[in-house]
Every structure is written in structure tokens, then in C-alpha cells.
């Protein structure tokens, strides 16, 4: 009978519509229905084969600078990495600054003739990776925007680019971003229930990264 019961309160909630579900799913810490996909992506060809070492940039913050992002930056690092696409080498603020006299570039301004070179000869890189903060709420709804570029670094042409604004106000981004939650970090946060996903920018900005890194098409 619980079956029977659960099964058509189900239902009725998917019938009823979205916000209904939006409200059930809160209740009872499901994510059923509509997921977010990253939509505005650009692909040149699948991954080069001879991008091995890619150097990460600094978060870009633009009128954010102001708001201290370590912690963010941190999660982009770790969810790139776990992809095991290309080794990543994360480049400190600080050496950007002894390096090109500046700690961030954004991936929409000209940057320095001599950035990819210079990241070659010190790091012996195949590619660069900037990552842009584009919109940022701390409060709940939490939600941040992300725009990255991956250069190749011996040519300069852009093999993978992606702008996105993830914003938990939005059912399809809640339930995805509450889905990662469940499957990815339930080491990290065993206890935890999945809505405090939604109210942290920090562990909102893990499942932002994995988003953005999925649609990077490794090298067959």
C-alpha cells in the first residue's frame, strides 16, 4: 500500500508542473525532473593530442575583485583535474604579477604578446586556460556566471571556449546542481542535505565546474 501510495503522490506531482515538483523535490531531497545543460559552448575539433600540460590562470573576478575567491579557484583546479585530460598547472597570482606584471587576464581582453611563450619556457605548457567570473551571488539563491577559453598554446587558436550563468533560482539548475551533489561529493559531505548545495557559493562553484569541464571533448 506504501508503494501504491508513494508511486501515485509521485504522479501527481509530476502532473502538476514544475514548481510543484521544485516543491517536492526541497521537501524530500529528490531531483526529479528537468536538468541543466551547459548550451553555449564552442568546439573547434576534439581535444589535440598534443595538449598535455595546460597551464590554469588565476580567476579572472573583473568588478568582483574585491571578493576573495581562493576557495573557488581551488574547487576549478580539483574538478578539472579529475577529468584527466591534460596535466594542470596551476599558475599562482602572485608569479603572474612577478611574471606579467599583473595577477588576472580575463578571457575577453588583449592579452600580452609574450603570455604564451613566457608560460612555455617556464613551464613547459601545451596549453593555457583562462577562466573568467562573469557573475557572482553569494547570497541564496547563490549563483555564478563562468566564462573560459582554452588556447592551444603553440598556435594561439582557441580549441574550447564556454559562457554560462548558473543560477540556483533556476529549477533545472537547482535539481542539477543538487544531482552532482548526491553522486559527486557525498564523500566530501556525507551528512549534509542536498539544498545546502544551493546556499554555499563555494560548493555551488564545484558542481559549476564540473559542468563547464563536461563539455570538453577529450582526444579519441
Known amino acids: ?45 576534439e581535444l589535440p593530442e598534443h ?38 598547472v596551476a599558475i599562482e597570482p602572485e608569479r603572474m604579477e612577478e611574471m606579467f606584471g599583473s595577477e588576472e587576464f580575463a578571457s575577453v581582453e588583449l592579452l600580452p604578446t609574450t603570455l604564451l611563450s613566457k608560460l612555455h619556457t617556464v613551464y613547459a605548457i601545451d596549453g593555457v586556460m583562462l577562466i573568467d567570473i562573469s557573475y557572482y551571488n553569494p547570497y541564496q539563491p547563490v549563483g555564478i556566471g563562468v566564462r573560459a577559453k582554452l588556447l592551444d598554446g603553440h598556435t594561439g587558436e582557441i580549441v574550447w571556449a564556454a559562457d554560462e550563468v548558473f543560477d540556483a533560482a533556476n529549477p533545472a539548475v537547482s535539481n542539477a546542481a543538487r544531482k552532482y551533489f548526491q553522486t559527486q561529493s557525498v564523500n566530501q559531505y556525507p551528512l549534509h542535505h542536498t539544498q545546502s548545495v544551493l546556499h554555499s557559493p563555494t560548493r555551488f562553484s564545484k558542481y559549476v565546474a564540473d559542468a563547464i569541464f563536461s563539455t570538453i571533448q577529450p582526444p579519441r
Open 1 to 45: 500500500m506504501y508503494k501504491i501510495g508513494a508511486v501515485a503522490a509521485l504522479c501527481a506531482v509530476v502532473l502538476s508542473g514544475c514548481k510543484s515538483v521544485h516543491s517536492y523535490n526541497s521537501r524530500h531531497d529528490t531531483t526529479l525532473g528537468k536538468k541543466d545543460k551547459v548550451q553555449n559552448v564552442h568546439r573547434g575539433t
Open 51 to 88: 595538449l598535455r600540460r595546460v597551464a590554469l590562470l588565476p580567476l579572472a573576478r573583473g568588478r568582483y575583485d574585491h571578493i576573495e575567491m581562493g576557495s573557488i579557484r581551488d574547487n576549478f583546479v580539483q574538478e578539472i583535474g579529475k577529468r584527466n585530460l591534460f596535466e594542470v
